[in-house]
């Protein structure tokens, strides 16, 4: 999904607006691609009682090739070649829907200021001049773990880009999922980040993450270059929850998914959300990245717009730099609400909305020009070391503020709370600032949604 939009920077007592043009989400090019990937697949739904081999044959019998079979939620990922091959399964009395298989993106913000690459580098070393082990500012502002407080034997699930599982810095369990057939090995970046985020380990080197004490799982449901489909979050979900039965050790608690795209007709009963009603049942909670798109709201994304998903937005970790444009004094605080978060305050009817904020930024600054730069989250780096950039981009987004509330949900697994609504409320209950963070964004882009949630925070 590519989103480009323009921002006007807003100041106090003042008409004047200098324009901002920013791209956010992932790039055009990266969107055709995906969508060319994925043009011919389609998640196909069975009347119940439908068995697996009755569903292979279908597809089978249909001329469509098989990509995935669901038993968790009835269904199968299918692709297909033809007219004619989805005719032949629309005419199956054993078929309930065909929905497309959706392109995914990860939710990485594509412009602003780097802040520098950190400790990127050799593996295992600290380089760059920086202390041997660092823990980076969004890390402080949810709650620096400490002993007893590590989220020692739960399992963080990071559906995304892959893990680097070589990397020193990160506790990679040896059961893995790749969509793709691989490894699970990372050649983006962006998982690999997300990971370090939610559980980097106390080890001396490197940086510190929010569950050091956590055992990371690698699910790799985005491609290198950062798009997946919706039947990978499917397998994905299905693994988790058949791998818990199984006896896993440590179960695994929590699915990150730093990801998304905008809702589509039929997805509130389609098969994405069938499979994480079926995981939140089995006891995962499913932790999403809200978006990057202020212009939308949460309810509008998914899987963040689904009641069982706890939706993160993102918010400045740290105040920023005094500002260098004329037309706005000051700094940009912490706790405002970043430039690009999708917001939306959480409905107590249907259950929607964001759960709480996070750091997706460790600050942001004013420069001459007017604009804001947003300088990226310290985290791991593929190939070893740390780094607060992915490829050219800053590590800036609402997928660098969900990796920080999953972290958080494991620790509050460890220390004994169970149940993914209890999770969220324990969330909401402890977040700082309730009724006065985040604040108001100084973007035109951003409107405020009703609801101050506060930023997550640990609390004993």
Avoid at 40 to 66: I, K, P
Avoid at 132 to 157: D, F, H, K, L, N
Wanted: net charge negative; proline share 6%.
């Amino acid at each position: 999904m590519s989103n480009t939009g323009a921002f006007l920077f807003r100041s106090a007592g003042l008409s004047a607006a200098v324009a901002i043009l920013a791209t956010i989400l992932f790039p055009p090019a990266a969107v055709a691609q995906a969508q060319s990937a994925v043009g011919d697949g389609y998640v196909v739904t069975f009347r119940s009682g439908t068995t697996s081999a009755d569903r292979a044959a279908a597809t089978r019998g249909a001329g469509a090739a098989l990509r995935f079979n669901f038993d968790l939620i009835n269904a199968a990922a299918v692709r297909v070649p033809n007219v004619n091959a989805l005719a032949a399964l629309q005419r199956n009395l054993a078929v309930v829907s065909i929905v497309p298989d959706h392109p995914v993106f990860a939710y990485q913000n594509t412009l602003g200021k780097g802040g520098g690459s950190g400790n990127k580098g050799g593996k295992g070393g600290s380089g760059g001049g920086e202390p041997a082990e660092v823990v980076p500012e969004g890390v402080q502002r949810v709650g620096e773990p400490t002993t007893g407080t590590e989220g020692a034997g739960v399992g963080i699930m990071i559906g995304d880009t892959g893990i680097d599982w070589t990397h020193p810095d990160l506790n990679v369990a040896p059961e893995k999922f790749d969509a793709f057939g691989g490894d699970c090995m990372d050649g983006n970046g962006h998982g690999t980040h997300v990971a370090g985020t939610a559980a980097a380990r106390k080890n001396g080197s490197g940086v510190v993450g929010v569950a050091p004490g956590a055992t990371l799982y690698c699910g790799k449901v985005l491609a290198d270059n950062g798009s997946g489909s919706d039947s990978n979050l499917i397998a994905l979900l299905q693994w988790v929850v058949n791998q818990n039965a199984a006896g896993i050790s440590p179960a695994i608690g929590i699915v990150n998914f730093s990801l998304g795209r905008p809702k589509a007709d039929g997805d509130m009963n389609g098969p994405v959300h069938n499979a994480i009603k079926a995981a939140h049942s089995a006891g995962v909670t499913v932790v999403t990245s809200a978006g990057n798109d202020p212009f939308s709201e949460v309810n509008d994304q998914m899987p963040a717009g689904l009641a069982e998903s706890v939706a993160v937005a993102s918010t400045t970790a740290q105040d920023g730099d005094p500002s260098k444009c004329v037309f706005f004094a000051g700094s940009i605080p912490a706790n405002t609400a970043s430039y690009f978060t999708t917001d939306g305050a959480l409905d107590p009817v249907n259950g929607i909305g964001v759960t709480v904020s996070a750091p997706g930024g460790t600050r942001e600054n004013v420069g001459r020009s007017c604009r804001i730069s947003c300088e990226g989250i310290l985290s791991t780096a593929i190939g070893g070391g740390t780094t607060k950039t992915i490829g050219s981009s800053p590590a800036c987004g609402t997928s660098m503020a969900a990796p920080h509330v999953s972290g958080l949900a494991a620790r509050r697994i460890a220390a004994g709370l169970s149940g993914p609504e209890n999770i969220r409320n324990r969330l909401r209950l402890d977040a700082e600032g309730k009724g006065t963070a985040p604040l108001d964004s100084p973007g035109s882009a951003y409107t405020f949604d009703d609801e101050r949630e506060g930023v997550a925070v640990w609390k004993p």
